[in-house]
């Protein structure tokens, strides 16, 4: 749905409401104090009062939109900005498009972020890739005494593993779903965890380069290497140029909209990510199937006080539990 679309369907405050009622109850309303029945609507208003508890409620209770003074014809304006782009918007662009402050569109914008957590229903099979990534700054040349003209053009400074970057891990499956996280020591033990979480161990074929943390793959899974010291980029249908590819998506997002993004915020970034490329082949509406998805989001599970909750934004960077595996 573009965004001709939703101006002309959701233009009022009232016909907002009654979208997501019928998304969130399909006609049979719900107390979400006490998931009693026996309600009913306040005379002309969009409050529901629960006979059995005793409380009152709107259907924006419990959702990413609760609370919110932003009117929900300008929320459904973010969130189709936000499905229909790509390498995602930065939240100036949402100022200006939908005529917001910055502060407002930088908090609706990572509301609709954590509408997009989904990780429970992903299962990965058929030819996988794995690899990481390095989000941070470009590498700089550092004057030494005595240095005073240096060639820069010379300069060779280190990139990726091994430096102050915040490593990220993809699996990508061919065709279809890809999964992120941020992985704060990339030691065997966490890429295999990763690997059971979201990989069907059992029907999968796992590529990866030949980083020594992936070589105990080889255990409970089929795995191929592919050298890419050897200058060996691609053997048959062997290769790591889709997750890769995805690489590529994710860094210029964050070169082209956000110019540079904190470890603090990143997963959610990463989240926006994810969920576009996921969906880009759905061929149903995608803005009614994401706003099923965000009137059962909890805001306070992630955001509270205008920043996300550090104890529950961490949940997003992953890290086993068990100390052996």
């Known amino acids: 749905m573009n965004l001709l679309q939703i101006q002309r369907k959701f233009s009022t405050q009232n016909k907002c409401i009654a979208y997501l009622e019928k998304l969130r109850w399909n006609g049979k309303p719900t107390c979400p104090h006490c998931n009693s029945k026996m309600v009913y609507r306040r005379n002309k208003t969009n409050i529901w009062h629960c006979n059995h508890c005793n409380k009152d409620f709107t259907v924006l209770y419990d959702t990413i939109f609760e609370d919110t003074r932003l009117p929900l014809p300008k929320w459904f304006m973010v969130v189709g900005l936000m499905l229909n782009t790509k390498t995602g918007i930065s939240a100036k662009e949402i100022q200006r498009n939908v005529g917001l402050t910055y502060k407002t569109a930088w908090y609706s914008a990572m509301r609709v972020r954590c509408a997009m957590i989904d990780y429970d229903n992903i299962e990965l099979h058929g030819i996988v890739e794995m690899d990481e990534a390095y989000i941070g700054g470009k590498p700089r040349y550092r004057y030494k005494k005595g240095d005073n003209t240096p ?14 970057k915040t490593p990220i891990v993809g699996i990508v499956e061919r065709g279809d779903k ?12 966490n890429l295999m965890a990763m690997l059971k979480r979201f990989v069907d161990t059992k029907n999968a074929l796992v590529v990866t380069d030949e980083f020594r943390s992936y070589r105990s793959f080889d255990d409970i899974v089929q795995h191929y290497t592919i050298q ?18 995805f690489w590529s998506i994710v860094k210029n997002s964050i070169k082209g909209n956000y110019i540079a993004i904190s470890k603090k915020y990143l997963p ?46 961490k949940k997003l960077i992953y890290k086993p539990k068990n100390k052996r595996g």
Not at 151 to 164: C, E, F, I, Q, Y
Not at 178 to 189: G, N, P, Q
Not at 228 to 245: A, C, F, S, W
């Open 151 to 164: 060639n820069l053009s010379k300069v060779t400074a280190k990139r990726g593993r091994g430096t102050k």
């Open 178 to 189: 890809v999964v992120l996280k941020v992985i704060e020591k990339l030691t065997a033990r």
């Open 268 to 313: 959610l970034y990463l989240v926006q990510s994810q969920y576009v490329y996921n969906h880009r082949n759905y061929r149903g509406n995608l803005f009614e199937k994401f706003l099923k998805q965000a009137v059962r989001v909890d805001k306070t599970d992630y955001m509270e006080h205008y920043k996300p909750v550090k104890k529950d934004v």
């Open 228 to 245: 890419h010291k050897k200058k060996q980029y691609v053997k048959g249908l062997m290769h790591t140029n889709t997750i890769e590819g």
